[in-house]
Nanobody, 116 residues
Framework: VQLQASGGGLVQAGGSVRLSCSAS????????MGWYRQAPGKQRELVAV???????NYRDSVKGRFTISRDNAENTLYLQINSLKPEDTAVYYC???????????WGQGTLVTVSS
């Protein structure tokens, strides 16, 4: 499975951005997909995850502002981020969990910078 993330950039606080993650390869093996982020000087943290059935879970600090979705027909994962805050500044990484047999795949990351 190959993942290509896009959509990051410089955004003002209070604004919105939509990240995309296009998947290709052995898509059939993917169970859940999601996003991590890593802020400067901090550890990578899980932001949101969505199952193949569409069930989504979020980190408490982003609930109500982040929306994860997936288009199975287009093999694309999305993360809509609204009401951006400076603390949302991070590199956002998409991942695809193909289970214990095939492992976890990662996108290359896309940088979101929120200016105050």
């Amino acid at each position: 499975v190959q993942l290509q993330a896009s959509g990051g950039g410089l955004v003002q606080a209070g604004g919105s951005v939509r990240l995309s993650c296009s998947a290709s390869g052995s898509i059939f093996s993917v169970k859940s997909m999601g996003w991590y982020r890593q802020a400067p000087g901090k550890q990578r943290e899980l932001v949101a995850v969505i199952t193949s059935g569409g069930s989504a879970n979020y980190r408490d600090s982003v609930k109500g502002r982040f929306t994860i979705s997936r288009d199975n027909a287009e093999n694309t994962l999305y993360l809509q981020i609204n009401s951006l805050k400076p603390e949302d500044t991070a590199v956002y990484y998409c991942f695809a969990d193909a289970g214990p047999r095939y492992g976890v795949y990662w996108g290359q990351g896309t940088l979101v910078t929120v200016s105050s």
